[in-house]
């Protein structure tokens, strides 16, 4: 997004999320303004985090997420925006970054099966249309 990012996170410890967004955002913040010779801070306050007390719910966290760029009107479609997991999730694209979780394993018994299950409940939520997930 052009002024914030989302990102769903399981830290091992509940501190390891705040020193690796500090970290993150020093290293960043660095870059840029080497890069573009300015100085500075780039981002307005601190970090906001609302954890995922039911795990079931992480995948409506994550479809939220990958929505986003089309609700801001950037892109049309999920898998048009280049820093999505809409992609590896629906369309089996490499991302090293993205795990998958297994609530998404269990869509299916297969890769193929996977996908497709998640393209259905994603467009059936896209609609709003009230689908049981599992």
């Known amino acids: 997004m052009p ?16 020193k690796m967004l500090k970290l993150l955002a020093g290293r960043y913040t660095a870059y840029i303004n080497k890069t573009y010779h300015r100085t500075g801070t780039l981002w307005e306050g601190r970090f906001k985090s609302s954890p995922i007390e039911e795990e079931k719910y992480l995948l409506g966290c994550i479809r ?5 760029p089309v609700k801001a009107k950037i892109v049309s ?10 992609r ?3 369309l089996g694209s490499y991302d090293p970054i ?4 297994p609530y998404y394993y269990e869509l299916g018994k297969t890769p193929e099966e996977r996908r497709e299950a998640y393209k259905e409940w994603f467009n059936y939520r896209k609609k709003n249309r009230s689908v049981p997930f599992f």
Do not use: T
């Not at 939220?64 to 986003?68: G, T, V």
């Open 64 to 68: 939220y997420i990958e929505m986003n």
């Open 88 to 90: 590896k999730r629906a």
């Open 98 to 101: 993205v795990d998958l979780d």
């Open 3 to 18: 002024n914030h990012i989302h990102v769903v996170i399981q830290p091992e410890k509940k501190e390891d999320l705040s």
């Open 77 to 86: 479609n999920p898998e048009e925006y280049p820093w999505s997991s809409y």
